[in-house]
């Protein structure tokens, strides 16, 4: 199962663009990249998931390169109601694995 | 539409008691799953059910037990609680298998402290 890595912090400011890229250098063929969002006190919450190239929803965007080795999600214009953890997951068919997370603080 | 609960949502208990920690979710999801949260170490799994009577292990099985007599409950028991296991709990579901395809939707968790 491949490992990710990802910054263990992150700040901004509210209505900027927050970018929160993670390492896979080891995926597999079959591994789908997946985020998770986690607030204070609660369970976490799908966010996003994709295989390739670039995948859009209501609350973000991943960015995902040809060698599939790293991923970027996109969060346009945070608010401080975006202060959250986020996993990047990596996995196949068989198993998840969560990490430790980027705990983003966004700023007033 | 209640979603998956769990109950108690806090629990102090003390070292060497048994504690059960309830899920329960409303969505016929086949995969249940139990997850502990603790500082510095991101959610690891404790135990995984497939379907109703099925059971398999985690990361992190030692000290706990669980049993799936219904699809919509996974229950997990500390047969004797220890410190080690203070931490918050998270169950989860989903709806066709356990790989990064599918989504898993969290319960709000269960805070347990042993003493």
């Known amino acids: 199962l491949a490992k990710t890595t990802q910054p263990i912090s992150m700040d901004s400011y509210e209505g900027q663009e927050v970018n929160i890229t993670c390492s896979h250098n080891n995926i597999a063929t079959n591994d789908y990249i997946t985020w998770y969002q986690q607030f204070p006190s609660q369970g976490p919450r799908f966010i996003i998931q994709g295989y390739k190239t670039k995948v859009t929803n209501e609350v973000a965007s991943l960015f995902i390169p040809a060698d599939r080795k790293s991923s970027t999600l996109s969060l346009p214009r945070v608010s401080l109601s975006d202060t959250a953890v986020y996993y990047c997951?990596?996995?196949?068919?068989?198993?998840?694995?969560f990490g430790k997370g980027t705990r983003l603080h966004i700023l007033p | 539409d209640a979603g998956i609960t769990q109950s108690p949502r806090y629990k102090i208990t003390e070292t060497g008691r048994q504690v059960t920690l309830m899920c329960h979710q409303t969505?016929?999801?086949?995969?249940m799953f139990w997850y502990r949260q603790d500082l510095g170490h991101g959610l690891r799994l404790i135990y995984y059910?497939?379907?109703?009577?099925?059971?398999d292990k985690g990361e992190v099985p030692d000290g706990y037990v669980v049993s799936r007599s219904k699809t919509e409950n996974f229950p997990l028991t500390l047969e004797s609680a220890t410190r080690s296991q203070t931490s918050v709990y998270f169950c989860a579901s989903s709806g066709l298998g356990r790989g990064s395809q599918e989504t898993q939707y969290f319960g709000p968790g269960t805070r347990l402290l042993v003493l």
């Open positions: 997951l990596v996995g196949d068919d068989d198993k998840i694995i």
């Open positions: 969505w016929s999801h086949s995969y």
């Open positions: 059910s497939a379907a109703a009577d099925i059971t």
